[in-house]
């Protein structure tokens, strides 16, 4: 429980010199989608910043949330990132279990009454349902998260299942599963969807929060607009492919082997945002559309229910930006002025994005 240490404190703690400090505000100016020009502003926050206290709450999940944040470790900066936040219950990762695991959390609520983050992943079934369908230590997960939600100062809904119900709100629906912002009247709730998500985004809400004392921008359905703000198809490295109208009709013909665009195949890129085609998987080595498989959607409301995965007019039902172009010629001509757009757009951010090195910092700061 050793919330109160700074971050500088910390990381020296854990052998990082004030270059190495440098290089991780840069770094967390990027992983926040930042410009450059903020880094200096964000070293002056982060020097007086004191480690936020996290409780982590499972409920009707896979795991894979947990699974997708704990890859990303070592040595990159999600793995400061956790080592600068006091997770004080996360009950995959605790080795503490029973009673002793329960008081852990007891503890770290008393300890930080109005001052700690909540982090949920899963659905959990809702006030209508049989409480019976998920219980930790005998308890419902409604009345344990009503019960941790009382001292905290917001809620991260991490994973679709937390953010909008998941697999398990698909239908049927056995559980009555429901997302946790539909239980949540009294606190801010930030989303951080995907099946899982994308690593980098978790700890870049994490270290923004950390950064600037309050939650990010977010767009309709909660999620931060630094990394849901685009489209999967305005980033994708295929979309020259679509704006000529060149798809892969099958996953082994020649328009597989040439990589070009899988729309016909499935893919939800247009109406899916998230971080992948930009921030990508596996310490950036690689992500779904680049590894040959169309977007699932998997950061949009009720994915599952969809209509197929692999079936080029299903639309998931949170179609957020009104970007499906539609197959084929259609879909070309329409694709082609976006891309002019969109093209137009990159220009001018990379003018306002001029490099910042780290040896210029040490100069100025
Ligand atoms: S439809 Fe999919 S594969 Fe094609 S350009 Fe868009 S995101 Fe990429
Ligand atoms: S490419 Fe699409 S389905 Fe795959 S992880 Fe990213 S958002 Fe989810």
Redesign the pocket.
Known sequence: MAAEKTLVESLREHGVSRRGFLKFCVATASMMALPPTMVPAIAAALEKARRPSVIWLSFQECTGCTESLTRSYSPTVEDLILSVISLDYHHTLQAASGEAAEQAREQAMKENFGKYLLVVDGSLPGPGSNPGYSTIAGRSNLQILEETLEGAVAVIAIGNCAAFGGLPKASPNPTGAVAVQDVVADKPVINVSGCPPVPMVISGVLAHYLTFGQLPELDEYRRPLAFFGQS??DR?Y??P??DKGLFAESFDDEGARKGW???RLG?K??MTYNACATMRWNAGTSWP?EAGH??LGCSEPDFWDAGGFYKALSVPIGNTGGALLGGGIAGAVAGGAAAAVAKKKTKTEQAERAPVKVEELEQTL
């Open positions: 999967i198809h994708c295929r979309r492919f679509y665009c899988l729309y893919c890129g247009p559309i169309p977007c």
